[in-house]
């Protein structure tokens, strides 16, 4: 079998980006799929998610500002496998020079690329990669090519955390060879997702009567804890290692009577009272590592995903939430109870809101673990309508808003591109943003940027900002065919993925 070339990915990626149909992108996929070599697999599938298969390599836009000219010297020769490793050595390169050096290799590798390989290379690097191929497009193209079941594919990922070596095990030795990726406990799995109701009736609706429990929904920051004897690791949403940053959570998940477990839960500061800290606090704790932190992070855990050598998570919520309460100490649970009526649910949201924390959660007590999913088993209640929307772009601000970004433009995930790159604008908001949060989100900004006028800034859509708003309007000005009301900034979201922010249906259902 001969070499794929980066050429061919190129290839691959125009054709996608010029449909719109989820069958053909599929196939296209497949068929790239297919002609992957096993030493190429890796790589390939990450390229044709427009990702890198290290994620950084220690390179940004400045480097690509004056790469050599297209080589005209012939027909295309860069390998997926050649510049795979390419990737990899400048990834590795520290050191006094490294930035330089770097940057040398990056030029070497442009150096060799036709017109149409640069471009590719430039969207790769740059995260511009928008042909569509992500993460829930290859599943289904992997399926399609091992001729196996997209739901096979998928827990297999969700339990790997990386489709990569998933797609690897699969086009190598065959469909048979997904059912080996279970639960590891050191590997950080994706965490289950909650789907945004209305209210607690409306809760109540979309769970169909279905037993269920009231949780009670903190503003912290969302937590995996694995741990192996006395090896303890802490994971974030974004499956980023921050143990080294919460000895306080490594000390809790220690003293645990158990010989391996993997937990989810929240980290959230309080104040002395045991009142939430503002979710500012618990995430700048996370910015910063120390054995003798001044602010303490507290544990909140309400899931166990894997006990003492047993994968827990197709276990329903009722025994699941049995295991946690035998193993974890109530002060380190986050509060929950069983409810059978709405009655019974409004007065748990209260005394929540009293204590403090933003809203609940109602859990299906008959529903198992469904990582990496909205699953329709969870449901969240806030009292003040929120989304999580992406930022398109940014207007700098005028007076004493002057030379900081200001002015967001707001948009809600197109439900028609089940792939999380077609973005639907709901409207701008400037409101709710203090000082502080100007001048980071317009640091922020500025290394998203992809284009600008006099007046605003064009950005990829990657940040996440929850906006609180009192309702929703028509409004032909905005392609949605809807605006949000009075919308504010209640804080960024930069733990959270472009990939989970809120749709435009979701949207509409808060309009009902």
Do not use: C
Request: aromatic share 4%; charged share 25%; no cysteine.
């Amino acid at each position: 079998m001969a070499r794929v070339l980066l050429a061919d990915l190129a290839h691959t990626s125009d054709v996608i980006g010029a449909t719109r149909s989820r069958t053909a992108k599929t196939t296209e996929l497949a068929a790239a799929l297919a002609h992957l070599r096993p030493d190429e697999i890796e790589a390939g599938v990450a390229f044709l998610s427009g990702e890198l298969r290290q994620r950084q390599i220690g390179v940004g836009w400045a480097a690509l500002g004056d790469v050599p000219a297209p080589s005209s010297t012939g027909p295309p020769t860069l390998a997926v496998h050649d510049v795979d490793a390419a990737f990899d050595a400048i990834g590795r390169t520290s050191g006094p020079g490294s930035q330089a050096a770097r940057k040398q290799a990056l030029h070497a590798l442009f150096a060799q690329a036709t017109p149409a390989e640069q471009t590719y290379l430039r969207r790769l690097l740059g995260g511009d990669l928008r042909q569509g191929a992500l993460e829930g497009l290859m599943v289904q193209a992997l399926a399609k090519a091992t001729a196996t079941t997209p739901a096979r594919v998928q827990r297999a990922f969700m339990l790997r955390g990386d489709l990569a070596p998933v797609a690897h095990a699969a086009l190598t030795e065959g469909p048979n060879a997904l059912d080996r990726f279970t639960l590891e406990v050191g590997r950080p799995v994706r965490p289950m997702l909650a789907r945004p109701a209305k209210d607690v009736d409306d809760a109540f609706g979309k769970l169909k009567d279905a037993p269920a429990a009231a949780e009670a929904k903190l503003d912290g920051a969302r937590i995996q804890v694995h741990r192996s004897g006395s090896d303890v690791a802490v994971f974030t949403r974004s499956l980023d290692d921050v143990t080294a940053r919460v000895p306080e959570i490594v000390v809790a998940a220690r003293a645990l009577p158990v010989a391996d477990v993997v937990l989810d839960g929240e980290a959230i500061a309080l104040k002395p009272g045991g009142r939430p800290q503002p979710f500012q606090v618990t995430a700048s704790r996370f910015a910063t590592s120390s054995k003798t932190p001044a602010i303490a992070l507290t544990p909140f855990l309400f899931d166990v995903l894997r006990l003492d050598g047993n994968d827990t998570i197709d276990l329903p919520g009722r025994e699941r939430a049995a295991l946690l309460a035998e193993l974890v100490p109530h002060n380190q649970r986050t509060p929950r109870e069983p409810v059978t009526t709405t009655r019974q649910a409004r007065d748990f949201l209260a005394r929540t809101l009293d204590a403090g924390h933003e809203g609940i959660m109602l859990k299906a007590l008959d529903a198992p673990y469904a990582a990496g999913s909205r699953g329709a088993g969870w449901l969240k209640v806030k009292p003040v309508h929120t989304l999580d929307l992406v930022v398109l772009a940014a207007e700098w601000g005028h007076g004493r808003r002057r030379g900081w970004l200001s002015n967001l433009h707001l948009g809600a995930r197109d439900p028609g591109d089940s792939t999380a790159t077609s973005f639907v604008m709901l409207g701008k908001t400037f409101k709710g943003l203090t000082d502080e949060m100007l001048a980071w989100q317009t640091r922020r900004l500025l290394e998203l940027e992809t284009a600008r006028t006099r007046y605003a800034v064009q950005v990829r859509p990657e940040l996440v900002v929850e906006i609180a708003f009192d309702g929703i309007q028509t409004s032909p000005r905005y392609p949605g065919g809807v605006a949000l009301r009075f919308a504010r900034v209640i804080r960024h979201r930069p733990d959270k993925p472009a990939a989970e922010a809120d749709t435009l249906d979701a949207v509409l259902s808060v309009a009902g």
